[in-house]
């Protein structure tokens, strides 16, 4: 069974920066396009980046230059390194593959950008 495990989240300040992962089981991880979603309160989950299997990354316009993702295939870990953080960023973010969300969702991990 696939299990998605989200960590790294926290409160800081706008203008930190925070390092999310995630650590994927159960799944032959490598051969996936992964990506970060986000829900904010209030509103629908929204897609922030994603990574082919190949290492081609595409990041949503609202973070663009400021989020960088990442994985490594023999630890089957995907990881989101954020920076220059907004209060916009307030959510629970989760990882899932790309386009599709097609694995169960984790518990997700929680940012909160405030000062």
């Known amino acids: 069974q696939v299990q998605l495990v989200e960590s790294g989240g926290g409160l800081v300040q706008p203008g930190g920066s925070l390092r999310l992962s995630c650590v994927a089981s159960?799944?032959?991880?490598?051969?996936?396009?992964m990506g970060w979603y986000r829900q904010a309160p209030g509103k629908q989950r929204e897609w922030v980046a994603r990574i082919s299997a190949g290492g081609s990354t595409n990041y949503a316009d609202s973070v663009k230059g400021r989020f960088t993702i990442s994985r490594d295939n023999a630890k089957k870990v995907l990881d989101l390194q954020m920076s220059s953080l907004k209060p916009e960023d307030t959510a629970v973010y989760y990882c899932n593959t790309a386009y599709s969300g097609s694995f169960p969702w984790g518990q997700g991990t929680q940012v909160t950008v405030s000062s």
């Open positions: 159960g799944t032959p991880f490598s051969i996936y396009a």
